[in-house]
């Protein structure tokens, strides 16, 4: 498929065709700019390819989006809190009396938030948001992880959801996306790379088109950019 914005003259996406295979783990990576979150926002069916198109199982994701939609665990660059307890802002959308505690506590486990649910003073309980506790942005960032997983999504993306975590947490988090490996469609744009070596796919995108598919190390060896890049560490 290909996608330019509405008046633009350059394409966003060019001819880019590839497969996101179930269960598996696939990853996008590319400077900024390259067309990563575009690419995100076509598979969300959020925009609408200029040309070609997006089909889950054979079919147009445009026949019934809201069903597409319903399968899907999205964690943004940005996670918003509202105004609620830490349980309800992770079983989000949830009436507070219908909330799975077991399933709250079990996404929390896997979005490593025990250490901060044990901190706080009301636990699952507290307040966070604009007027409650102040949580730092790689705490947020593991809530909307949290929240995504509550979900029990068929298919969980992660657009540079790591962005804001220090070293240890961004391992942690990559611990944890490592372990649900194979259990659900996983879809990342990660700014370290350390995040994406052990994805079963990756695409290096560069100026809207895909330079590279493989593993880490096939493109590594396939893209001599992209090895530059695995030697300085970071894709800055
Ligand atoms: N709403 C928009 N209108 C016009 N151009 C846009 C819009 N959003 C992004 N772009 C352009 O599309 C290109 C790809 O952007 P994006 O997909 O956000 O890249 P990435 O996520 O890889 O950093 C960039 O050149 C960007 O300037
Ligand atoms: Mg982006």
Redesign the pocket.
């Known amino acids: 498929m290909s996608f330019r914005?509405?008046?633009?003259d350059?394409l966003?996406l060019d001819n880019v065709s590839l497969t996101i295979p179930h269960h598996q783990t696939t990853a996008?990576v590319?400077?900024?700019?390259?067309?990563?979150?575009?690419?995100?926002?076509l598979t969300l069916g959020l925009l609408d390819p200029t040309s070609g198109e997006v089909l889950c199982g054979g079919r147009s994701i445009g026949e019934d989006l809201a069903a597409w939609h319903a399968t899907l665990g999205v964690v943004p660059q940005d996670v918003y809190l509202i105004d609620h307890t830490l349980a309800e802002n992770i079983a989000f959308g949830a009436q507070t009396d219908m909330i799975d505690y077991e399933r709250v506590r079990e996404v929390v486990r896997l979005a490593m938030l025990e250490e901060l649910v044990a901190q706080l003073p009301d636990g699952l309980g507290t307040l966070v948001g604009d007027r409650g506790v102040r949580i730092s942005g790689g705490q947020r960032q593991r809530v909307g992880l949290a929240r995504a997983l509550y979900r029990n999504p068929r298919v969980l993306i992660l657009?540079?959801a790591t962005s804001a975590l220090d070293n240890a947490t961004e391992y942690e988090i990559a611990q944890t996306l490592n372990g649900l490996q194979g259990t659900m469609t996983i879809v990342i744009?990660a700014h370290r790379l350390s995040t994406v070596r052990s994805v079963d796919r990756l695409h290096y995108?560069r100026k809207?088109r895909v330079a590279a598919s493989g593993t880490f190390e096939e493109v590594r060896a396939a893209d001599a950019e992209f090895a530059r890049l695995v030697e300085l560490g970071s894709l800055d």
């Open positions: 914005f509405p008046d633009a350059e966003v996008f590319g400077s900024s700019g390259a067309g990563k979150s575009t690419l995100l926002d657009d540079e744009v995108l809207g």
